[in-house]
């Protein structure tokens, strides 16, 4: 009994010790958690710096705008006192939307010469810009019902009407159902014969704002333009098309594709003490959509992103591992900026640890999705009582985000998930600026990334 | 052994049968749930009715407009085809803020004629019309520095300029902090003989809205005209006096207390099948400040609480129990009708068995605070998978609501917390109109309380 009693015990003392170590530091990380939220909702330091970005403008890829705010993110990493302040060439597509873009009903008894709110979405090839194009609009509501009035599209333009799904509690479900009329909408309806497409903006704000994304065209089917229109309009055309279905729309636009150009990737960092070579990357796309601001999509992440580095100096806390800022480029329509950083972490000598993505908006915090992997899962998820005091409710599995997901090599991506309740208000269009953030909601999001990522410097994955 | 082996097995048998009863239940309660959230955020019925609650504008007691709003609230319930709907009588305070409100720097070499942002609090007494108050005025940070310079208040208006504490990761403390200026701030100035006092807005939004809320005079102490100026507009004057500390302001304010008027709140109820004499009560107040529209402050509540009932009508819930929505009279400036409410509750031979307020605006649900018993929080606690369907994160014990807490009897008292970050941006002031009230937020609020009301209907507390 004697050689079994002993070990028992002292397996007991461990397992206590172990246990009171643990309460120990939650204790203590918890004191730091609330200096971390405490600072962020005071100082309200990133969001005056996101105001300043947002005074730059739009940060389309490839636009002179894009390039000033690259110098703009460079000069305020470097004035931040980053230890190190780089950027990653990376060539992107490059297309303009020019000055012209107009929708009018030209043939019609009633609606003659009534103006629709459009926008050409990212990629759409433009038109003769003295006669446009004019043609009769085909009213669609589904996939399937292009199938059946496929005889019907020719020469036509074709009018996806297809209503954003509030049904769902949180709202990426009804971009997710809708987002496929904008990528494959105009070869869809192409391949038919069609003329143009306008689609429906996918939001779910009652204005007559356009909301704007990439579309890609099908090899070998003809590129025809297309354009978003604002809910309003959208609606009233319906109205029109019901009344005259004959009625014919000019649409004319300016819009086109250049020659891809050069841009960068924007990465800072603070250098880990005791593991420099492990890497936790935190980020956001730092190109935006050219309507409004670009604030919520994604500003906010980035400067989100780098206020993590800037609270860690704020409150003197020495990161062990290395903390690094990266402004991807050219997420809306290319993913350059992600595929090049990927390719730079593949070949890298360093590890890893972790990839933390913020492109959701600056909204409330509610949680982390956690893409992979199982461990790294249940230890964040440990971290609950901690992560709590920054407002983040769960810890889940699910997807991380788009420019992380090509840092194949990282133990564990991660994506910040805030409300997503009015994210498709101002998601890719004019709404999108700076006075529709809200400092308290961006400023707790900032707080929430820097809590993870200093228990991911303390604790490792 | 046989003895003791048959009823072991027979409690096992028990055991695994109630257990997959409950779990039959939870399954058959999520479907339920998620019908509620797909038929509340789909129609958007609540939203639109909010909408049309809120065109009548302000809602102060006793005003002409709170008595239209009650007959609207009156014929809306009737309307929705609930089983009785029925106007409890009670008498409120009436104040009126009147056409003259102005503050205005007199006497100043470079600041003269300069008017501020400013509105009387509900209960301030008015100035002469004519001549007003003039008087010099000192700037206080605390309760701490009024005590030192109280030889220094005489004859001035005191001007507490004490700014809204962002730092916590919620809004609410922040307003706890400071709302004490707003309450006995009159008249802790005026005990030292100050001849009126100014407040900084307490909110989380840097604009120049003034944002109101009742005083208490302190009986045997001199009542002196109160007012909230708006934030630019105190870090004006701030500045102002730091130049010219002589500089004399001129208040004239035509606000005055009435005598009570008549007034009432509105209750609907559907009768439960099996349990009529059980009473779950859902509601918010249905007075509001009389700057914008009281629309998050609280014709969201109102208007949510009789969506409650709605939803059930539209998805043909027959409740096994009495569902009540009362619309409280009264809550800014008197909880006249949470005290009436309570005073027939507790005279009834009904049995309440809870009482749910939402009285923090309608953004996105967060959770619910159970104030009493423990068996019921538990209860409730144990309904998490289910309460998630509608975006529940939590089930903490606290604060429920003002006007449900007079409801003495009730077995257990709820309240609806939403995110709290963007609460005081609105509160109180001209910012507070429909149009800042978000669809989304608005009927994910209406279907929580919704799934909520339903479990307890079907479980009991």
Redesign the interface.
């Known amino acids: 009994m004697k050689k079994l009693f002993i070990p028992f015990l002292l397996l007991i003392f461990l397992a206590g010790n172990t246990f009171s170590q643990k309460e120990k530091n939650e204790k203590s990380y918890i004191t730091i958690a609330d200096s971390i ?2 600072t962020a ?2 100082d ?1 330091k990133g969001y005056a710096i996101l105001g300043d970005l947002c005074k730059i403008g739009p940060r389309l890829s490839g636009s002179e705008n894009s390039l000033k705010a690259i110098e703009w993110a460079m000069a305020k990493m470097i004035s931040l006192g980053f230890d190190s302040v780089w950027l990653q060439p990376v060539m992107v597509p490059h297309w303009e939307r020019g000055k012209t873009e107009s929708a009018v009903i030209v043939s019609s008894n009633k609606f003659k010469n009534k103006k629709l709110a459009i926008a050409a979405f990212g990629g759409s090839v433009g038109t003769d810009l003295s006669k446009g194009i004019t043609a009769k609009v085909i009213e669609i509501h589904s996939w399937a019902e292009l199938t059946t009035k496929k005889q019907e599209v020719k020469d036509k333009i074709v009018f996806f009407n297809v209503p954003f ?7 990426f479900p009804a971009y997710g159902k809708n987002v496929g009329y904008r990528v494959q909408g105009a070869s869809e309806a192409a391949k038919h014969g069609a003329k143009g497409m306008i689609l429906r903006s996918i939001t ?1 704000k ?1 204005d007559n704002v356009p909301h704007v994304g990439v579309l890609h065209y099908t090899d070998s089917i003809p590129q025809v333009p297309a354009v978003a229109i604002g809910i309003t309009d959208a609606d009233f055309l319906s109205n029109a098309l019901k009344k005259e279905p004959e009625l014919k729309l000019q649409l004319k636009l300016s819009c086109k594709t250049l020659p891809e150009a050069q841009s960068y990737n924007v990465i800072g960092e603070m250098k880990g003490t005791e593991f420099p070579d492990q890497v936790i990357v935190i980020g956001g796309h730092f190109d935006s959509w050219d309507k409004g601001d670009g604030a919520h999509d994604d500003a906010a992440g980035c400067v989100q992103s780098m206020e993590v580095l800037d609270l860690f100096k704020r409150l003197q806390i020495k990161p062990k591992r290395t903390i690094r800022c990266v402004f991807f480029i050219n997420e809306e329509n290319g993913s350059r900026g992600g595929i090049a950083y990927g390719e730079f972490a593949a070949a890298s000598k360093e590890k890893h640890l972790t990839a933390i993505e913020s492109d959701r908006g600056a909204f ?1 915090p ?1 949680g982390f999705a956690v893409d992979k992997d199982s461990a790294s899962f249940l230890k964040i998820g440990s971290w609950k009582n901690i992560l709590e ?3 983040i ?2 810890v889940k599995q699910g997807g991380s985000g788009v420019d992380v997901s090509y840092i194949k090599n990282a133990k564990c991506l991660i994506g910040y998930v805030p ?1 997503s ?2 994210y498709f ?1 101002y998601h890719h269009s004019a709404n999108d600026i700076f006075t529709e953030v ?4 961006f ?2 999001g900032s ?1 929430a990334m820097t809590v993870l990522v200093f228990l991911i410097d303390r604790e490792g994955l």
């Open positions: 939220v405490k909702m005071t309200q799904d509030n049904s769902f509690p949180t709202s779910s009652n409330t509610q005091r920054a407002g409710s769960w409300d309740q009015r208000d809200n400092p308290r909601e400023e707790l707080a």
